[in-house]
């Protein structure tokens, strides 16, 4: 990445920072997939970003390289000062995972059969040695149930008693119990109905206020994104395409295929729903050949695209239209 690449304002801290991140599967074969393709992004410390996409674009690989679940095929992930290549051994892992959790997409595959909701919170207290005594844990695990909506009553209840908004909060509750810094939500709203979502984020969001916990907050509904984002950047083919604030991207989107996004996401008013016209992306304009080089470049403030430098202007340009049509609105 070059120097346009995205960087913190003012005085926020950083508690993750990724640089030019790659992840290929299958390297020099015929099946090769670069899942993460020269990915770049900085998270500061007590904000959610969010990160959206289609299905393949590469966001849950990019989580999940990040807390060392897949291996980096290249590049650097500096979590808390440290490069997480950098972390070996039992203690020190067990560290680097008490400070960073996941949440992950599937409520039930996600948690054993087999043991009940007690244990499943409960062992997570007990590997990490936060409680030493039997007592100490049931304590522990009840308050985490409590928290995150789970009666006590049901904590010797296994995992297929239950819902999957019910599975996903025991989920929340194993991550949280550890009291991390930073969690991973990795579309853990997809398999959950539409009132189930809004219980789960109004819940990490009220989470992130008493705890002041940082997000990666993965998922493809834009709008439930935008509700919980801070900054949001867009994915596509392993690759970050457009970065902003939250309501800049939606109210200024400049790349391509974000306004394609966009324009697919659906709308609560009916009226407005039924006037909608979908906007197709044509992905062959933005395959650069070898000798363009393409990058992120910063078109307005903390306002980052990938593009190629012939294509730099006509989106400075975009950008200084969107924000006049803007400040004429606002006026």
Known sequence: MSEAMPQAAGKKEAILTVRNLHKIFNSRKKSEVRAVDDVSFTIYKGETFGLVGESGSGKSTTGRTLIKLEDITDGRVIYKGEDITDIHGRNEMLKFRKSMQMIFQDPFASLNPRIPVKKIIGDALRVHGICSTDEEVNRQVYEMMDIVG?????????????????????????????????????????????????????????????????YLFIAHDLAMVKYISDRIGVMKDGKILELAEADELYNCPLHPYTISLLSASPLTDLQQERKR??????????????????????????????????????????????????KETNS
């Open 277 to 326: 016209r979908r906007i197709d992306y044509d992905s062959s304009i933005h395959r650069y050949p070898k000798e363009i080089k393409a990058d992120m470049y910063e078109i307005g403030p903390e306002h980052f695209i990938y593009c190629s430098e012939e294509e730099l202007p006509m989106y400075k340009q975009k950008y200084a239209e969107q924000l006049g049509k803007k």
């Open 150 to 214: 789970i009666n006590r009553s049901y904590a010797n209840r296994y995992p297929t008693e239950f819902s999957g908004g019910q599975c996903q909060r025991i989920g929340i509750a194993r991550a949280l119990c550890v009291k991390p810094d930073f969690i991973i939500a990795d579309e853990c709203l997809s398999a959950l109905d539409v009132s189930i979502q809004a219980q789960i984020v109004n819940l990490l969001i009220q989470l992130r206020q008493e705890r002041e916990m940082t």
